[in-house]
């Protein structure tokens, strides 16, 4: 809708224009920015993990600037300009809020001077009233429907809402193998710091011993366990498993098939009837929900029949992750089934293999190309009628190396944060990348502290978010 702006001879005394805005976490983030008022009393979050709060007040000269899209879009709208505005500050807004923002023609003064009462309304309650002196437009200026570019706020909300979830879980005990680097040793400390998992360290101890010194880290009251080898570091992590006293594994400074080897070993591993595979937990902060994607680290070129459990593993998990019924798209190049392309094929089969029970605890659709699975404006228009379509919670990729390129770039392209967790074993195993840093290793600890409680009790200790639930 275009808006026309208003010239002096246009408004009389008496004119009204009002608008509705609720307070954002991201509002407070964005003034921050924009003003450099770094209040911490103004910021909703002080760290990864944190969530916003309704106690944070958002800050008076945000509150002030509301009034400002009043007058530049409404009344006298394109084209005023302020000369002076005075502002009393009555009560503070907080984060929730519904505002209403109203500016009312109290007098106009010759030859071009529009003189306004301003006013901030939380229900009845005046949180901030003033007087405004605006010129108006000369002519009769129109401002087109217009969008501007984009802004994403590189928060990790999910990840915050996750590790949340845990706070009235026990950590996890973990067998972390071979912590013989800083990010390792950080990531396994930084778990127990936050109660999310109680660590032993499975390493050389002298090197664990010199790294935490080097970075300035404490080891008091952290079980270590002198290994001679990496080998024989991951071969006990097993081993502890089945003495029950690890209930996870978290790869340290070592090779991923070092591990694994142990893991997946037909005599003495930790292999059930599923075949084991791999998920990346991303929260991206270009999307609105969680996105699961899988296998991107083990399973190099899976047949169907491997696809089937890599599919059901991530279900589990994501229900796991507190969504009830995840939709599960298929990926491959193309939303059509080509005979040519093994991928549509398979994709085709996991769909109606889902629809006869096959595959449970989820929907699920393919084949999808990567756009039409994440985007609906894209799945619109293909035509495809889907409830996968646009608005995936799992992508199960083709192979390796598409779902390896899919996460790096969902991490290093759209700023995500990522867990990585193998699942179809006993244990869930915490495969973390060496070049990890410790915001996801603490999130790859709470991903595997939620799926162990899943496991054991058979429900999802993470709440469904509000509003997507009434969505849903």
């Given at each position: ?66 009034f ?27 984060v929730?809020?519904?505002l ?6 109290a007098e106009?003064?010759?030859p ?33 429907d ?20 845990c706070?009235?879980?026990p950590p996890l ?44 880290l ?6 270590i ?5 990496h080998?024989?570091?991951?071969a006990r ?13 978290m ?41 699961l994607?899988t ?43 080509n ?21 449970r605890?989820?929907?699920?659709d ?8 994440i985007?609906?404006?894209?799945a ?22 598409a ?16 867990a ?13 990348s ?12 709470a ?16 709440m ?9």
């Open positions: 809708m275009a808006r026309i702006g208003h010239t002096y001879e246009d408004l009389a005394v008496g004119d009204t224009a009002s608008i509705s805005r609720t307070v954002t976490p991201d509002d407070l983030i964005v003034f921050a920015h924009v003003s450099g008022n770094l209040n911490p009393l103004h910021l909703p979050a002080t760290r990864a993990g944190d969530t916003a709060s309704g106690q944070n007040p958002a800050p008076s000269m945000w509150l002030a600037s509301l400002s899209a009043v007058l530049g879009n409404l009344l006298p709208g394109p084209g005023t300009l302020y000369e002076t505005q005075n502002l009393r500050f009555r009560a503070r807004a907080h929730g809020d519904v209403t923002i109203t500016v009312r023609v106009k003064r010759p071009d001077i529009i003189v306004l009462r301003t006013e901030v309304l939380r229900g009845t309650e005046v949180l901030l009233d003033g007087t405004a002196e605006v010129q108006p437009p000369a002519t009769h200026i129109v401002l087109e217009g969008v501007l570019p984009e802004l994403i706020l590189q928060r990790h909300r999910h990840v915050g809402r996750l590790l949340a979830a706070a009235s879980l005990a973990t067998a972390v193998v071979v912590p013989e680097e800083e990010n390792a040793l950080r990531g396994a400390l930084a778990g127990a710091r936050d109660n999310l998992i109680r660590p032993i360290l499975l390493g050389n101890a002298a090197k664990i011993a010199a790294v935490a010194k080097a970075c300035g404490s080891l008091d009251g952290i079980a366990e002198d290994m001679p080898s080998d024989a570091a991951a992590a097993v081993e502890m498993v089945h003495q029950g006293s690890a209930a996870a594994i790869k340290g400074h070592l090779h991923t098939d070092e591990l694994l080897r142990h893991v997946v070993k037909s005599q003495g591993g930790l292999r059930t009837t599923r075949r084991i595979s791999h998920v990346f937990v991303m929260d991206a902060p270009s999307l609105p929900d969680l996105l994607v296998d991107a680290a083990i399973n190099i070129a899976p047949a169907l029949e491997d696809k089937i459990d890599i599919t059901q593993n991530a279900i589990d998990l994501a229900q796991a992750l507190g969504i009830a019924q995840p939709r599960v798209g298929i990926l491959a190049a193309v939303e059509t089934v005979p040519k392309m093994q991928s549509t094929i398979d994709a085709a089969s996991l769909s109606k293999m889902a629809e006869r029970g096959q595959i605890g989820g929907i699920v393919g084949p999808l190309a990567m756009d039409n699975a985007s609906l404006s894209a619109r228009t293909k035509g495809l009628t889907s409830l996968v379509a646009g608005r995936a919670d799992v992508l199960v990729v083709p192979n390796l190396e779902g390896n390129i899919l996460a790096k770039e969902l991490t290093y392209a759209a700023q995500a944060e990522g990585g967790i193998v699942l179809g074993a006993k244990v869930p195993v915490l495969l973390t060496r070049a990890d840093d410790e915001g996801s290793r603490l999130f790859s600890c991903v595997a502290v939620l799926y162990s409680h899943w496991q054991t009790s058979g429900h999802s200790a993470v469904p978010e509000p509003l997507k639930e009434a969505a849903q």
